[in-house]
Nanobody, 126 residues
Framework: QVQLVESGGGLVQAGGSLRLSCTAS????????LAWLRQAPGKPRAFVAA????????YYLDSVKGRFTISSDNAKNTVYLQMNSLKPEDTAVYYC???????????????????WGQGTQVTVSS
């Protein structure tokens, strides 16, 4: 199993930046694809970004392209989400999640992620 712990959420004004961190422990990390997902109040969870631990290939939700960057530090077993030019509609609980890199289903499918962190709140004020 993989254990995931997020940090870095908070309150920021529109146009500001935050960096979220997700530290993983447990099994061999190169076997996993890590993702950030979010859940806004009253809405279902949504895909934000993903990265393959071994190849570094990244995927993004269209609305965050150019503003958010997902990256990994393999030596620290940590995945980051750098969020710039934040908007009030980015307000949500952000979750780190993981699934096997061998899973051939779309990375955008929330249900395919087997391991989840506890979430961290991001609030963007207007």
């Amino acid at each position: 199993q993989v254990q995931l712990v997020e940090s870095g959420g908070g309150l920021v004004q529109a146009g500001g930046s935050l960096r979220l961190s997700c530290t993983a422990s447990g099994r061999t990390f190169s076997s996993y694809r890590l993702a950030w997902l979010r859940q806004a109040p009253g809405k279902p969870r949504a895909f934000v970004a993903a990265i393959s631990w071994n190849s570094g290939i990244t995927y993004y939700l269209d609305s965050v392209k150019g503003r958010f960057t997902i990256s990994s530090d393999n030596a620290k077993n940590t995945v980051y989400l750098q969020m710039n030019s934040l908007k009030p509609e980015d307000t949500a609980v952000y979750y780190c999640a993981a699934r096997s890199v061998g899973d051939g289903r779309s990375v955008y499918l929330i249900a395919t992620y087997s391991y989840w962190g506890q979430g961290t709140q991001v609030t963007v004020s207007s």
